[in-house]
């Protein structure tokens, strides 16, 4: 399972990176705006709407997610047409481990905005830990073509696919992910684990040694360095 946060196990148990790797606030923000509230409701209704999402952000922060999946959901009746609402419930019931769950807000908000990437990588995510690898695949695929250039999606399908024992198709998007975002260490860390899956030891290991020289405290892949040695 990817962890809200940041984003960690599940059969896909995932493990997402932390949040400040990507431009977080500028994708949920692309669509599901607080600007497309205010054609539909008053200045009021608005400023509500604006403050259930800022505490229901600060409360997925916190792992906090009944907390989160409770004000979410009181965005979402407020602003249904609204799908920033809905990826913040999705997210909520993720880290509540509801999956299916997740998958239905998630794809509520595909559906009000079929171009918001984030909102397709979230489904995939959704799908994935909850045993739809191909469901899980096509949200992947959405996502990627809406921004080839966009590293996020390559990610959490070469994660998906690394968990489901398909090493080259993952070693395709983790390398791709690491040409987008060369200073990104887990891309490096997870490029390391597909090459080793593979028996590609030499290759793995100058992949975990670029992913612990950008973060030396990466715990995993200092641990993936030592079998491949």
Not at 4 to 27: E, K, R
Request: charged share 15%; net charge negative.
């Amino acid at each position: 399972m990817r962890s809200i946060i940041g984003y960690a196990t599940g059969s896909a148990a995932s493990l997402l990176v932390a949040s400040s790797w990507l431009p977080a606030q500028a994708v949920r923000a692309a669509t599901g705006t607080i600007a497309a509230v205010t054609a539909q409701s008053s200045t009021e209704s608005v400023s509500t709407y604006e403050s259930l999402i800022n505490q229901g952000q600060e409360q997925l922060d916190n792992r906090d997610f009944e907390a989160a999946l409770a004000t979410f959901s009181e965005a979402t009746e407020n602003a249904p047409s609204i799908p920033r609402g809905w990826v913040g419930k999705g997210e909520a019931l993720y880290g509540l481990r509801q999956f299916d769950e997740a998958a239905i807000a998630l794809t509520q908000a595909t559906t009000l905005a079929p171009d918001y990437l984030y909102a397709w990588v979230w489904l995939g995510n959704a799908y994935d830990d909850a045993g739809q690898l191909e469901d899980s695949l096509a949200a992947y695929g959405k996502a990627i073509a809406l921004d080839e250039t966009n590293p996020m999606p390559y990610y959490h399908r070469g994660i998906a696919l690394w968990y489901a024992d398909q090493g080259a198709r993952a070693e395709a998007d983790l390398i791709t992910v690491t040409e987008i975002m060369a200073d990104f260490p887990r891309g490096w860390m997870w490029l390391g684990r597909t090459l080793q899956q593979q028996d590609k030891y030499n290759e793995a290991l100058a992949a975990y040694n670029q992913s612990v020289s950008l973060d030396p405290t990466l715990p995993e892949a200092l641990f993936g360095q030592g079998p491949v040695l």
